[in-house]
């Protein structure tokens, strides 16, 4: 028994019209149904516009070769020109027709093409603005992110120094120290009243002389300004009419100051402030301390 004889198949209920009820009434089915032909024959038999009829006759034209009929062509035949070959002496012209360029617009001749240069100028112009627009937040960008970076900068030199600061004032007082060896050594709060009124000479020490107690090595920011000058030149002059001149003491910043503090702190107590540890000596400083600054014991 075949599939189209067994009335249980899939085959044979594909062939049994759809019966089943639906929404729709009779008349309003058969109504659909007679609009849909109606449309269907109106798409077929409807007129196209002399536009599009003019498009399509002009492509048909353009994409169809020309034969022999054709005046111009029969000429060239004559000439010994075959189908395929380029135009001109040497054969290297064109082998096609030039392309027809339909003017849709109701504009002068060359109108077009100055829009269109127009166009190309100003997205030429929109792009130069954004390439300098993107240079400039760039720019802007990196001066915020430069400043930021000073002011955290800044920020932790102040809180080394205070810190330095006292550190310094406590191994001084270990050691017996009244004075701070300069006035920036210690806290403010902890300064003498002695230190506070005269910052510029403390104990009769000078500042050339108080510097140069300090074994140099350790910072390049900081560096002894000794004149020795008139010792070489005056050696037969009298020393008491010998002019001294007195400087006034440096004005220094907070990175020379923390500088300064960091070499005092060195060199007499053996101290590091970043690694917050007294060596023993000069050599167990120099072996286990990566160095005078904040930036070497980053990667520590």
């Known amino acids: ?61 353009l994409g169809a070769s020309l034969s022999s009929d054709n005046k111009g062509f029969s000429l060239l035949q004559k000439m010994g020109y075959k189908p395929g070959m ?33 166009k190309d100028q100003q997205v030429q112009m929109h792009k130069h603005w954004s390439a300098k627009r993107r240079k400039m937040e760039a720019e802007h960008k990196q001066t915020f992110m430069r400043r930021m970076n000073e ?36 806290p403010e709060a902890l300064l003498p009243r002695q230190a506070e009124e005269d910052d510029d000479d403390i104990n009769g020490v000078g500042e050339d ?20 000058d008139d010792d070489n030149d005056d050696d037969n002059d009298d020393d008491d009419s010998r002019e001294t001149e007195e400087e006034p003491a440096a004005s220094y910043s907070v990175e020379e100051m923390l500088d300064v503090l960091t070499i005092y702190l060195r060199t007499k107590h053996k101290y590091c402030v970043w690694c917050g540890t007294k060596y023993n000596d000069k050599e167990d400083l120099m072996k286990h301390c990566p160095g005078n600054s904040a930036e070497l014991h980053e990667d520590m």
């Open 1 to 61: 028994m075949s599939d189209e004889e067994d009335y249980m198949s899939d085959a044979f209920l594909q062939k049994l019209p759809d019966t089943r009820p639906g929404l729709l009434s009779k008349d309003c089915v058969r109504r659909q149904e007679q609009r849909k032909k109606e449309k269907q024959y109106n798409e077929k038999n409807k007129q196209k516009p002399k536009a599009v009829l003019e498009r399509e006759k002009r492509e048909e034209g």
């Open 209 to 228: 002389e108080r510097l140069d107690r300090m074994q140099p090595g350790y910072s390049g920011y900081v560096q002894d300004d000794v004149d020795d």
């Open 151 to 186: 002011r955290i900068k800044n920020k932790n030199v102040d809180k080394d120094l205070y810190k330095s600061q006292k550190v310094c004032e406590q191994l001084d007082s270990q050691m017996g120290i009244t004075q701070p060896h300069e006035a920036f050594f210690w």
């Open 86 to 118: 380029a135009i001109g002496k040497s054969g290297v012209g064109r082998t096609e027709p030039i392309p027809v360029e339909v003017k849709l617009g109701r504009g002068g001749l060359g109108r077009e093409a100055d829009q269109k240069r127009k």
